[in-house]
């Protein structure tokens, strides 16, 4: 049975459009099935209009897989309706829509799929927190960031399948996120913009972390990329052990890794919230 439906109601024809609404951590999503590609061709401004509409942090598309062992394909949009190359609760969503929802089952242990320019791979374990393996981690401080943000005790910057620049703060709760959030994301040396983190150290193996996101163009309550760039960042400078624990607004993430950074694990709470479907008006024949 199709997903998406064409129906008549009353002189108006619609395309209902199924969706299911998801939290990871407090970073909100709409997740569509569209294995059978009926959802490829809308406007980036329909994209962000769902989006801001329904207020969640981005789109994302669970599709056929596109390589020979995968399971699914995953595209994600932003907020603003732009494709984006990776998000990581975002990930760790979809690891339970396709299992939970979809009833796909793995080839093997774990899910592995691929987002627009990598291949990942996660379980939907409930008791680990969703993992999912990060397998775009590099270019530790390949950029210099230093003075992007003067008060800055120590700055970093990582890619962690999207870009992010982490800023090690005094007082978290007291900084103006959108100010200085938008002036280092729209910085010229950064191609496509950056994500911006600004953290404070807890204790040893505990940050506490606020983000702006790239897309959203504003603060969000949780961003699982930028957790894994921060707690990489700091560990590789202080010479941390795994795993360490990132308190965001909207929860708690944990970043496990070996010690060369080669194996690096995100995982947190997923919470299913609901579904329920958009209708796209049709031109009659």
Request: hydrophobic letters at 30%.
């Given at each position: 049975m199709p997903i998406i439906k064409t129906l008549t109601m009353g002189s108006e024809i619609v395309m209902r459009i199924p969706y299911w609404r998801y939290s990871a951590t407090g970073n909100t999503f709409l997740i569509f099935d569209n294995r059978e590609g009926d959802l490829h061709e809308f406007s980036r401004e329909l994209y962000g209009q769902w989006a801001q509409n329904q207020s969640?942090?981005?789109?994302?598309?669970?599709?056929?897989?596109?390589?020979?062992?995968?399971?699914?394909?995953?595209?994600?949009?932003?907020?603003?309706?732009?494709?984006?190359?990776?998000c990581g609760n975002g990930a760790r969503s979809i690891i339970h829509f396709a299992g939970s929802i979809c009833k796909i089952r793995p080839?093997?242990?774990a899910f592995?799929?691929?987002?627009?320019?990598?291949?990942?791979?996660?379980e939907n374990s409930e008791e680990k927190g969703f993992p999912i393996v990060m397998s775009e981690v590099g270019e530790f401080d390949t950029i210099d960031i230093n003075g992007l943000y003067p008060a800055a005790q120590s700055s970093f910057y990582l890619f962690t399948g999207v870009p992010h620049c982490c800023f090690e703060v005094e007082d978290l709760e007291e900084i103006d996120i959108i100010l200085h959030g938008r002036e280092v994301r729209h910085n010229p040396q950064f191609n496509k913009g950056s994500n911006v983190n600004f953290f404070k150290i807890n204790s040893i193996g505990q940050i506490h972390m606020r983000t702006y996101e790239r897309g959203v163009e504003a603060e969000t309550l949780s961003c699982g990329t930028g957790a894994t760039a921060t707690a990489l960042c700091i560990a590789r400078d202080r010479s941390w052990e795994s795993p360490v624990q990132v308190r965001v607004p909207g929860g708690l993430l944990q970043i496990s890794f070996t010690k060369d950074f080669k194996e690096v694990t995100l995982s947190g709470k997923v919470d299913f919230l609901g579904e329920s479907h958009f209708d796209l008006p049709q031109e009659k024949a």
């Open positions: 969640v942090d981005g789109l994302l598309f669970l599709e056929r897989p596109n390589k020979e062992g995968h399971d699914f394909h995953m595209r994600y949009l932003n907020a603003d309706g732009q494709e984006a190359e990776m080839r093997g242990k592995t799929f691929s987002t627009l320019c990598a291949t990942y791979s996660g």
